[in-house]
């Protein structure tokens, strides 16, 4: 999936449908890799809307769900994406493993590749972690998220929710705006929806937005105005108050007036635009509530589509070569 996929375990391992070994970032991940998945998460996605939403298609592999952050959105959702697909899934949580009493990420990953893991899902605070997994398993790792870095499946669902909504991700303008420089889903979704032929563009505070005139080869602003003006897609950015330092910003009250998203500065989107947020929101701080609520919002949509899109990272990566989609 990402050109950075290829690290080779000394023992070797086994790779994806496609030849890919893991998803470790959007960065590098072609078109067709990324509609690969989008398509077949729209499977996915209907399999979740029937009465009963679990198929065999991973029965018999094992699923290790290890998040050293805290989550809701994402662990949840791997874990039912893994469940309905029948595989055996384990949930591990670095603040009740070894890891507490000084055991190394290289021993926590040893340790869980002397279990013979499928896939191991991983969410780290240190940028890299995933990354450095890979060289001490044989199991296909999937990056749920590692520090200020990347969150490749936050984007893919992303995209898959603009798809579904836009039917043509090509062409679209979408505005990320918020506190881009703390954002492992900007850095994400630029790679990606750029690969896909969107218009990207970010806004914040000029102390919250990465240095240089164009980040990632991006139109930056330092008021939201501009990047929303026409916008297709607002997506909203939570302020990572745990990675902030007292200069960055005067105040949460200052920031919504000047940076939040409010029904005016919807108006000057496009009048169909899809507001979206990758959560958890800081309600009346980046977005106020009526927009939040609104008829626009696809907020609850993201979490819906980010089952089905897990699903179809895992189907992907542990799947036998000759199991078909369901149905």
Excluded at 90 to 111: P, Q, V, W, Y
Excluded at 151 to 170: G, S, V, Y
Excluded at 198 to 227: F, K, Q
Aim: proline share 6%; net charge positive.
């Amino acid at each position: 999936m990402s050109h950075a996929a290829e690290s080779q375990h000394p023992s070797g391992g086994r790779h994806g449908r496609h030849g890919h070994r893991h998803l470790l970032e959007t960065a590098g991940l072609g078109a067709a890799d990324a509609y690969r998945i989008l398509d077949a998460a729209e499977t996915f996605f209907e399999v979740s809307r029937r009465p009963m939403r679990k198929v065999p298609t991973l029965r018999g592999k094992t699923v290790i769900n290890m998040f050293f952050e805290a989550s809701t959105r994402t662990r949840t959702s791997f874990e039912l994406a893994g469940k309905r697909l029948s595989a055996d899934v384990i949930n591990f949580s670095g603040s009740a493993s070894s890891t507490t009493k000084g055991e190394t990420l290289r021993d926590t990953i040893a340790t869980m590749e002397a279990m013979n893991p499928d896939v191991l899902v991983i969410r780290h605070s240190a940028s890299g972690a995933p990354h450095h997994a890979t060289h001490y398993t044989r199991a296909a790792v999937v990056n749920a998220g590692d520090g200020t870095h990347e969150h490749p499946t936050q984007a893919l669902l992303d995209a898959f929710t603009m798809r579904r909504h836009k039917k043509e991700l090509r062409g679209l303008r979408v505005a990320i705006c918020g506190d881009v420089v703390h954002s492992r889903v900007a850095r994400s979704n630029i790679h990606l929806l750029r690969t896909l032929g969107a218009d990207v563009c970010i806004a914040g505070p000029r102390t919250l937005l990465p240095s240089g005139p164009e980040w990632l080869g991006v139109p930056a602003y330092d008021r939201v105005e501009p990047a929303l003006e026409g916008a297709d897609v607002a997506m909203m950015l939570r302020i990572q108050r745990e990675r902030l330092t007292g200069a960055l910003l005067p105040s949460m009250r200052e920031y919504s007036r000047t940076f939040g998203l409010n029904p005016r500065r919807l108006a000057l989107c496009k009048p169909d635009c899809l507001v979206m947020h990758p959560g958890p929101m800081n309600r009346g701080v980046e977005i106020d509530p009526e927009v939040a609520d609104g008829a626009q919002s696809a907020i609850l949509d993201q979490v819906e589509a980010g089952v089905a899109v897990r699903m179809a990272v895992l189907w992907q990566l542990a799947a036998e070569p000759h199991e078909p989609l369901p149905g």
